[in-house]
């Protein structure tokens, strides 16, 4: 049984920085790609970044520049580096794990497992 456990949420101000970790366990997805979505309230959830199996990233334009994707497969594990937070960053994060290997998108039918969620909150 697959478990994505994410750590690393919490409450910052405007311009801190926090590190969110993502653990997997179940299987190992070294082929496939992992990361991140976002869901704020009242709102859609939304793609924020992921890494592919080569370490190639990808990002939503509000954050690039300011978040940073990365994995240690090794330890099955993902991270979100989440610098010059913003009050707009505001929302839960969930770890996701690709649906298909080789392959990476922005969609959420990309993207099979997910973790419970993590908040994170941005005061001004």
């Known amino acids: 049984q697959v478990q994505l456990v994410e750590s690393g949420g919490g409450l910052v101000q405007a311009g801190d920085s926090l590190r969110l970790s993502c653990a997997a366990s179940g299987r190992t997805f070294n082929n496939y790609a992992m990361g991140w979505f976002r869901q704020a309230p009242g709102k859609e959830r939304e793609f924020v970044s992921a890494i592919d199996w080569r370490g190639m990233t990808m990002a939503t334009d509000s954050v690039k520049g300011r978040f940073t994707t990365s994995r240690d497969k090794a330890k099955n594990t993902v991270y979100l580096r989440m610098n010059n937070l913003r009050p707009e960053d505001t929302a839960v994060y969930y770890c996701?794990?690709?649906?298909?290997?080789?392959?990476?998108?922005?969609?959420?039918?990309?993207?099979?497992?997910w973790g419970q969620g993590t908040q994170v909150t941005v005061s001004s």
């Open positions: 996701v794990t690709g649906a298909r290997t080789f392959n990476m998108g922005r969609r959420l039918s990309d993207y099979e497992h």
